[in-house]
């Protein structure tokens, strides 16, 4: 089953219109680029992709992927291709075994039109730069690796990140990064459409931080039991942050969702 559920706020076109609307076959890359295109605008704007089961876990053995779909891979690289930059918790680096993005001919139209490069930059938030910095995401992305870090970031390993390749860009006066001034130098860099894919712990750093934009939550049709984390950790807000739903797709049995900050 393949259908648009209906919401009180649509802000995106709906990749369900068409002539060929509930015919059951998957959604075109077109039709969720559409459907998940950033704001027109100068201004900074932070979006998360996360999944999580029916009973709240973000992960299954440390990973994603087992909560994941077909389809909730075909939005991940939507995403992905209309980010300018994704922004990761070295944590999520290290477990998920990230790697460059790359360039992908669906979205080189669509990048090309917007200006962007063939490819998202990818940027790792670390306090500690424990990275294998000598891993392809460092020695060969498209584009340069950036690693976002705090002034007080052990020299050595400051060093060792710029020999393999990367970028580093302070955003925090101490060791850590500040959520905020992440955000800011990045659009600095002209890198507006920002992308966060957790993990749960840097997630939950953007939402203290009141920097959270929209959230594409997918919610898996499993149920996990144990102690897994949820999408979001760290420290709480005072009074919890509200969203309002901008849309809600279904595909056999997962859900699809996207919200904005109120």
Same mark, same amino acid.
């Given at each position: 089953m393949r259908r648009l559920l209906p919401v009180t706020d649509m802000t995106a076109p709906e990749p369900a219109a068409g002539p060929a609307a509930g015919a059951g076959r998957e959604w075109s890359l077109d039709e969720l680029a559409d459907a998940y295109a950033y704001p027109e605008g100068d201004s900074?704007?932070?979006?998360?992709?996360?999944?999580?089961?029916?009973?709240?876990?973000?992960?299954?053995? $440390?990973?994603?992927?087992?909560?994941?779909s077909e389809t909730d891979m075909r939005i991940f690289g939507? @995403?992905? $291709?209309?980010?300018?930059?994704?922004?990761?918790g070295a944590e999520t680096v290290r477990l998920e075994g990230y790697r460059p993005a790359r360039a992908r001919e669906a979205f080189a139209a669509r990048r090309a039109a917007a200006g962007?490069? !063939?490819?998202?930059?990818?940027?790792?938030?670390t306090a500690s730069l424990d990275l294998d910095f000598s891993l392809? @995401?460092?020695?060969?992305?498209?584009?340069?690796?950036?690693?976002?870090? $705090?002034?007080?970031?052990?020299?050595?390993?400051? *060093?060792? *990140?710029?020999?393999? $390749? *990367? !970028?580093?860009?302070?955003?925090?006066?101490?060791?850590?990064?500040?959520?905020?001034?992440?955000?800011?130098?990045?659009?600095a860099r002209g890198l507006r459409r920002q992308l966060t894919e957790?993990?749960?712990? @840097?997630?939950?750093?953007?939402?203290?931080?009141?920097?959270?934009? !929209? @959230?594409?939550?997918?919610?898996?049709?499993?149920m996990t039991a144990g102690d897994a984390q949820r999408i979001a950790g760290g420290p709480s807000v005072a009074v919890p942050t509200r969203f309002s739903v901008a849309s809600v797709l279904e595909q056999d049995g997962f859900l699809f969702t996207r919200y904005r900050r109120i």
């Open positions: 900074a704007w932070l979006r998360a992709n996360m999944v999580s089961s029916l009973d709240g876990a973000g992960q299954h053995d $440390g990973r994603s992927q087992p909560l994941s939507t @995403l992905r $291709g209309l980010a300018d930059v994704i922004v990761v962007q490069g !063939e490819a998202p930059v990818i940027a790792v938030v392809p @995401l460092f020695i060969s992305p498209l584009v340069p690796t950036l690693i976002l870090t $705090g002034a007080g970031a052990p020299a050595d390993r400051v *060093a060792a *990140a710029r020999a393999a $390749g *990367a !970028e580093v860009l302070v955003a925090g006066d101490g060791a850590g990064v500040d959520p905020a001034r992440a955000v800011a130098a990045l659009a957790g993990g749960p712990r @840097l997630l939950g750093q953007f939402v203290a931080a009141g920097v959270l934009d !929209e @959230l594409c939550l997918t919610v898996s049709p499993t």
